[in-house]
């Protein structure tokens, strides 16, 4: 659901069905793994639709009505890659810090109309996603995927990928009446992988 007509008709679904729409959880999922080398113009471009104009598309149906009740909660879901680039995700690694930076400047835009913006950073998430990039990276560097898990979780001073349900959580906290006086930030769920100080 990518277009703005698509997401049009899911806002005034959702608007008929549920009522006035206060908390939008953003997740756009990742582009293909690559690096910079292999990825042609198609590749970027698709990325690009995928991780920034869809989330500006979606933001754009929803926001404006939140400013308007004067209260709304907004999250992005990014990727640790926009506090440190990641290898063979070179799409993922500079159109990932544009949302962060998107997040930032409406968070500053609407905080005023009582809007908040924030984004969430998973690390390594025990998801389908980060399997997939496991199973490429085995694969790429000749090593078995249990080799690659390893030595993922070498890099993770908490030494586990964390579970859905803890992203879940910090999600649930930002998103809700619980972070009310949190607006403009990143919070990292990551095991404590990240090494960027800020």
């Known amino acids: ?35 910079f080398a292999g990825t042609d113009d198609a590749a970027w471009r698709e990325a690009f639709e995928l991780l920034v104009l869809g989330v500006i ?18 999250l992005f879901s990014t990727s640790s890659s926009v506090k440190e680039p990641i290898a063979n995700l070179a799409l993922s690694n500079v159109l990932r810090p544009a949302v962060s930076a998107l997040a930032k400047t409406l968070a500053g835009e609407y905080a005023a109309q009582g809007v908040r913006v924030n984004q969430l950073i998973p690390g390594r998430i025990a998801t389908d996603r980060v399997r997939h990039l496991d199973e490429v990276n085995s ?17 993770i001073p908490l030494g586990r990928y964390g579970q859905p349900e803890e992203f879940g959580r910090a999600a649930a906290f930002l998103l809700s009446d619980a972070a009310s006086y949190i607006t403009g930030a990143t919070l990292q769920v990551d095991g404590g992988m990240i090494r960027a100080v800020m």
């Open 1 to 35: 659901m990518r277009s703005g007509e698509a997401l049009a008709a899911w806002r005034q679904q959702t608007l008929e069905q549920l009522g006035p729409i206060e908390l939008l959880f953003a997740n756009s999922g990742g582009p293909p793994p690559g690096r």
């Open 57 to 74: 598309r979606l933001v754009r149906v929803v926001a404006p009505a939140m400013a308007e009740q004067g209260r709304g909660s907004i």
């Open 139 to 155: 694969q790429r560097l000749s090593i078995t995927l249990d080799e690659q898990q390893k030595k993922m979780k070498a890099n």
